[in-house]
């Protein structure tokens, strides 16, 4: 028998949700998902425990950060087998999963705009992108008001774009980022793994050790600029077909960095076969 979460799909029924939880003080914690759920996102609903009594996962395939030509319409979609996850994994009070029209009602004309973090690196490849995030979870935040919202570190970028935008709007939510859980020979687990083929996965599986490589360089002191090159080309080597970007940046502000002065991070997106990658990691 399903002891999957109850499921809502309106604005109104999850505030009426949420309002009732709240009466006897619990503190609300919000995962936001675009579904095709996997162990980094139940590490999300797990950890969240540690700061919130009742946990709300939103499933909702938001089509604002999606521009014509990406994978909206082939991202995979598995509402039940994800209220089952969630369900057996016992975290999640409350699913919201809305369709389109009650995020995005006939005359939507409104976007959230961020700069700051969220220039460059994705917003190079995918300008659109950021700016459907924060409209998107701007709302979601605004339906379920919580007292804390958590996101995979995976999307490094996304985690301080969306807590630049919530400190920027003064919206009174603690936003936590969690560590990306990988797979056993270190792939950053992501919902578009599941595009991969056989052999694109073999390859995609190089991506966080040629990560890790860099890291071991520029600690022995090689030069960031030269260790990124070299990075690039071992990504190139390793079989994908383009590289977006692969860069040591500041931990906080993303700002380029030419010295390991300050808390530094690796990212890089590459595209193997048709599906595109992220990582990133500390250095
Ligand atoms: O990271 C994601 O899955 C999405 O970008 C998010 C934060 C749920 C917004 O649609």
Do not use: C, W
Request: hydrophobic fraction near 45%.
């Amino acid at each position: 028998m399903s002891n999957a979460p109850q499921i809502v799909t309106t604005v109104a029924e999850l505030r009426h949700r949420i309002k009732a939880l709240r009466q006897d003080g619990a503190k609300i914690g919000l995962v936001p998902t675009m579904g095709a759920l996997h162990a980094g996102h139940l590490s999300l609903t797990r950890q969240i425990t540690n700061h919130a009594d009742v946990v709300v996962v939103s499933i909702f395939v938001n089509p604002t950060q999606f521009a014509p030509h990406e994978d909206f319409d082939r991202y995979p979609r598995t509402l039940m087998a994800d209220a089952e996850k969630l369900g057996a994994s016992g975290e999640t009070d409350l699913i919201f999963a809305p369709q389109v029209t009650e995020l995005y009602p006939n005359g939507f004309a409104t976007r959230v705009e961020v700069k700051g973090p969220a220039l460059g690196l994705e917003a190079d490849v995918r300008p659109h992108f950021f700016s459907g995030v924060t409209t998107v979870v701007s709302k979601l935040l605004i339906a379920a008001m919580p007292d804390v919202a958590m996101f995979g570190e995976k999307d490094y970028q996304q985690l301080l774009v969306v807590r630049r935008m919530v400190e920027d709007l003064g919206l009174n939510i603690r936003i936590l980022g969690a560590p990306i859980v990988r797979e056993r020979d270190g792939l950053a687990m992501s919902s578009r793994n599941a595009y991969l083929s056989e052999n694109e996965r073999k390859i995609a599986g190089q991506l966080n050790v040629i990560l890790q490589n860099l890291i071991a360089k520029v600690r022995d002191g090689m030069p960031i600029a030269d260790a990124e090159e070299s990075g690039k080309a071992a990504v190139l080597e390793a079989g994908f077909n383009s590289v977006d970007y692969l860069t040591l940046r500041d931990a906080e502000t993303l700002a380029p960095l030419s010295s390991l002065e300050r808390p530094a991070r690796v990212l890089v997106a590459a595209t193997v076969g048709s599906t595109r990658l992220l990582d990133n990691m500390a250095v």
